[in-house]
C-alpha cells in the first residue's frame, strides 16, 4: 500500500512558478513510477508527467504542453517526487495529482495510487 500527500499549490500570476510535492510512504517508493496529472473543472484528469521507477531507470516523459517549463524529479531517500513548474500560463490552473503505479504508463486507469491533490491557480 501506497499512501501520497501533495502539497505547495497556490495562486501564482502568469509568468511565474511554482513547485507542487508528492509525499509517499512505503519502503519501496523507488520501484514505483510516479506521475503527475491535472484536472480543469469540467475536464477529464490529463497526463502532465512521469518518472520512472529504478526499473525503467528513472526516466522521464512529460506532455508537449509543458516541455521546456515543467520538470519531475524525484527525490527516492526522502520518498519525495516534485514538479518544478515554470512560465506558468492561466490554462495550467487545475488541481495537480500525483499518482503511483508499476507500469510505464500516461494513462491515469494505469496508475494505482492516488493523492488527494492540490490547487494550482494561474491568474493573468
Known amino acids: 500500500q501506497v499512501q501520497l500527500v501533495e502539497s505547495g499549490g497556490g495562486l501564482v500570476q502568469a509568468g511565474g512558478s511554482l513547485i507542487v510535492s508528492c509525499a509517499a510512504s512505503?519502503?519501496?517508493?523507488?520501484?514505483?513510477?510516479m506521475g503527475w496529472f491535472r484536472q480543469a473543472p469540467g475536464k477529464e484528469r490529463e497526463f502532465v508527467a512521469s518518472v520512472s521507477g529504478s526499473g525503467g531507470g528513472y526516466r522521464t516523459y512529460y506532455t508537449n504542453s509543458v516541455k521546456g517549463r515543467f520538470t519531475i524529479s524525484r527525490d527516492n531517500a526522502k520518498n519525495i517526487v516534485y514538479l518544478q513548474m515554470n512560465s506558468l500560463q492561466p490554462e495550467d490552473t487545475a488541481v495537480y495529482y500525483c499518482?503511483?503505479?508499476?507500469?510505464?504508463?500516461?494513462?491515469?486507469?494505469?496508475?494505482?495510487?492516488w493523492g488527494q491533490g492540490t490547487q494550482v491557480t494561474v491568474s493573468s
Open positions: 512505503g519502503r519501496t517508493f523507488s520501484s514505483y513510477a
Open positions: 499518482g503511483a503505479t508499476k507500469r510505464s504508463t500516461v494513462f491515469a486507469g494505469q496508475y494505482d495510487y
